[in-house]
């Protein structure tokens, strides 16, 4: 399947297809100098595959984790491009998950103020989330992509074979963005979470998801209105997930994120949808560091933070919350650790 992304700056298109990745030459532009970039955690052969495919290529493995996306593994890359004599004319290609992509691509965004990036997302989360819309990004101090940049791929290949590999639990993760999409845009695919095993056919869902957000980012690419819509869930989020340390995954923060987002309605038929793919609706943090690292969102201003309620599955409003109103929202899904 191919999913064409048109944008004024630049276009690409989406393949979602089962033994795409040895096809990889003929999809992207690798008769070139290639940085190749993995992690520790993603099967090297996936990486090999599209270095056999590259004129000059060069594999750099990057440890697994948040903690790969600093400034020190960023000029780690941008040393290795310049050791390796790469030019404009040459490109990035990230292999692996989220990670790998927004650091990657927030490499190839910052060499010589930005050359070509392709992605092979081998992960459900960065698969529906991090392969459309160009978002490239590193954190800093304990924030979540504070630091980064608006780059576009040239092209992204999605082959579910690659998703075999993955534990329950990171299907799940990445089942999680698919699940927002659901809420915000699609009551027919929220029923097929509700009634079927989502886990069954999960191709289908990832195209669904990478096609909804296709439309939003088509319509504002540089999340300046509507593709606010997507950090529904992602507020206090991102706050979960900078107090948990790396103790929760990005999709399961933003599964506990969505709740204190949603009426009552929506609430009701979701907790049962997370509790089929094995999702959290609460956390043992301490509220208080949750809240200090949510003032940190990049939607905050004087008088809150701009956030999406969902009233009923398949639509949406953008409110601007008080901060002490999110706060008492933040309370229904965290509690204090006694530890």
Request: glycine share 8%.
């Amino acid at each position: 399947m191919i999913i064409p992304v048109r944008l004024e700056n630049g276009s690409y298109d989406v393949t979602v297809e089962r033994g795409a990745l040895q096809r990889v030459g003929s999809l992207f532009q690798l008769d070139r100098k290639v940085l190749i970039v993995t992690d520790e955690g993603v099967p090297p052969r996936y990486a090999e595959t599209v270095a056999s495919a590259a004129k000059e290529p060069v594999i750099v493995t990057v440890p697994q984790g948040e903690g790969s996306k600093s400034f020190a593994t960023l000029k780690h890359l941008l040393s290795e491009l310049l050791a390796h004599g790469f030019s404009r004319k040459d490109c990035v290609v990230s292999v692996g998950g989220g990670v790998v992509s927004d650091l990657a691509g927030f490499a190839a965004a910052t060499y010589m103020r930005g050359i070509d990036f392709y992605a092979v997302p081998t992960t459900v989360l960065s698969a529906v989330d991090a392969s459309v819309g160009g978002k490239t990004a590193i954190n800093l101090d304990g924030i979540k992509n504070i630091v980064g940049a608006f780059h576009q791929p040239k092209g992204v290949l999605i082959d579910p074979e690659t998703l075999s590999s993955l534990s329950d639990r990171q299907t799940a993760n990445g089942m999680a963005e698919a699940v927002k999409m659901a809420v915000l845009f699609d009551p027919e695919l929220f029923s097929r979470f509700e009634s079927g095993d989502p886990l069954s056919d999960p191709d289908a869902i990832i195209a669904r998801a990478v096609e909804w957000k296709r439309n939003v980012v088509e319509q504002d690419e540089k999340e300046q209105n509507l593709r606010r819509v997507l950090n529904f869930g992602h507020t206090i989020g991102h706050g979960i997930e900078s107090a948990a340390n790396g103790a929760l995954y990005h999709g399961e923060c933003v599964a506990i994120g969505m709740l204190p987002m949603c009426s009552d309605q929506v609430r009701n038929r979701l907790q049962p949808v997370l509790a089929r793919l094995h999702l959290p609706a609460s956390a043992d943090l301490d509220p208080d560091a949750v809240y200090r690292a949510l003032l940190h969102d990049k939607k905050s201003n004087a008088d809150g933070i701009a956030v999406v309620l969902a009233d009923a599955i398949g639509s949406f409003r953008i409110v601007n919350l008080p901060y002490e109103a999110l706060r008492e929202r933040l309370k229904t899904v965290i509690r204090r650790n006694p530890a």
